[in-house]
């Protein structure tokens, strides 16, 4: 095998994909389904405007750099594209406008200000941008670009369709334990998979027995967040076809499709650090409330969340992470953007070629302005959660008060637990401690999950690693001296 990628999001079907067409064997192994959860869970836009401001990458990084960041996501832009046109997917691919924009029409000075720059830094480094000083229906000032949208999931599965046969292999439910360095080989389960080389595309860097990049200090360069959306049908022809996203902090996005009869609006972000929102359903009804003020006749009908990747920086982290091994991850909003950059990297990297943002991404770089004490400020949080969420009083001391699809932190024989009835009345009790650098978990009622308020780890209900750094499941619950 030439090459073994653990991870069957974006990154890691991509990859694949593209090692594929240039000929060589891969396998892609995914714990889940591939194209499930994160990947799943994005808003299917596709864009080379950064989440951090053109602006502010200028500052930062300067004008080439923040140049070549952007013409990064647009040559990930076309190859969705080709690759689109190339497969013949039918994923509803569209190139619509996008529109960055203030929250209310009464903007303060400076943030036109800083609109009005970003446009003019973004035409001056070739880029089709516009001012306007009120976008359609929102009639706020916003920056008009081209962007794409899709349907993620039917391209992903017509991407995974192709990897199969002639030496190539897709494993499902397959979750990698392991990785060795000398020889280089991942190891799943009872089985072994040797080959050359090996791609991580798993959101959050797998750590692996052998800990060959260092993944504890990677990880704690990471802040992940999670982010909420809904979807509702709402009149033809009342919005363009468009995307729109707006400054606040968080900030609100907006994606209007059309279809036959209708038209349908995903509505999302209510960003906030995974773990730490004690009323996540109340996100949902802020959402809703919010969508009907901009579109009062929306019929919501559906509600989803992912979970953002930030990095000290404003930048994803992707390059090497030792000998024959490579990373992508911390794509902030620009998942499917980053994403697909990342896989167009890592196929470079196995080839040996040179790649025009390789040092740009990479994950040893060099410190920027800012970035120690954002480093500082997103971790603060570990100390903090590891000690009080210990220290703070379970939710209860009896079974009895834990409804039907619920879970709660109990304090059961003396021990806190994390408790939960599934809606036949089955309970499961695992142990509240994460298992990645030991918090406690917080109940996400919203979707039914333990969220670890440290890092991020996201857990099901039973206690299955959903999402990482976490690679190991909640410990079941044992009674002491059992």
């Known amino acids: 095998m030439d090459v073994a990628v653990i991870g069957g999001g974006i990154t890691g079907i991509t990859a694949a994909y593209l090692l ?100 003019q830094i973004a035409t001056g480094f070739g880029f089709p941008a516009e001012y306007q000083a009120a976008i359609p229906n929102f009639k706020t000032p916003g920056v008009q670009f081209n962007v794409a949208k899709f349907h993620i999931g039917k391209y992903l599965q017509a991407l995974v369709r192709t990897i199969p046969r002639k030496g190539s292999f897709v494993f499902e439910n397959t979750e990698a334990s392991a990785v060795n360095k000398n020889p280089v080989k991942v190891k799943a389960g009872d089985h072994t998979i040797h080959c050359r080389y090996v791609i991580l595309a798993t959101h959050n860097p797998l750590m692996g027995n052998e800990k060959l990049i260092s993944a504890a200090l990677l990880q704690t360069k990471l802040s992940l967040y999670s982010s909420y959306a809904i979807g509702a049908r709402i009149p033809k022809n009342l919005w363009p076809e468009a995307c729109f996203w707006d400054t606040a902090e968080p900030y609100h996005y907006l ?42 006749a929306a019929q919501v009908d559906h509600h989803w969340s992912g979970q953002v990747i930030e990095t000290i920086d404003g930048l994803p982290y992707i390059g090497p992470t030792g000998r024959n091994q490579f990373a992508a991850t911390g794509f902030s909003g620009n998942g499917v953007t980053f994403g697909t950059l990342g896989a167009m990297m890592a196929v470079d990297a196995f080839e040996r070629r040179k790649n025009p943002w390789a040092s740009l991404f990479a994950i040893e770089r060099k410190k920027y302005r800012g970035a120690a004490w954002n480093y500082v400020k997103e971790n603060k949080d570990f100390p903090y959660h590891l000690i009080h969420d210990r220290l703070e009083s379970a939710e209860g001391k009896s079974l009895r008060s834990l409804p039907s699809n619920h879970g709660k932190i109990l304090k059961i024989k003396g021990r806190k637990t994390a408790a939960y009835r599934d809606p036949e009345g ?57």
């Open 20 to 119: 594929k067409q240039r000929g060589h064997k891969v396998a892609l192994l995914e714990r889940g389904r591939c194209g499930g959860f994160d990947s799943l869970n994005t808003t299917g836009h596709l864009t080379f405007v950064t989440d951090t401001r053109l602006h502010k990458l200028v500052k930062v990084f300067g004008k080439e750099s923040a140049k070549k960041a952007w013409e990064a996501g647009q040559a990930a832009m076309a190859m969705v594209a080709s690759n689109v046109k190339q497969e013949g997917i039918s994923c509803e691919f569209r190139w619509v406008p996008g529109y960055l924009h203030a929250p209310t029409n009464n903007a303060p000075s400076e943030e036109i200000a800083a609109l009005q720059d970003d446009a």
């Open 426 to 482: 089955k309970l499961t009790l695992c142990s509240p401690v994460c298992t990645h650098l030991k918090c406690i978990v917080a109940w996400n009622d919203a979707e039914k999950t333990w969220d670890c308020p440290c890092h991020g780890s996201r857990f099901a209900p039973t206690g299955e690693v959903l999402s990482g750094p976490a690679e190991k499941p909640l410990e079941p619950f044992k009674e002491s001296g059992s």
């Open 255 to 296: 994606r209007i499709d059309s279809h036959r009869g209708f038209d349908y609006a995903v509505f999302g972000g209510e960003d906030h650090k995974t773990g730490q929102e004690k009323d996540t359903p109340a996100v949902y009804q802020r959402l809703e409330k919010k969508l009907r003020h901009l579109i009062p």
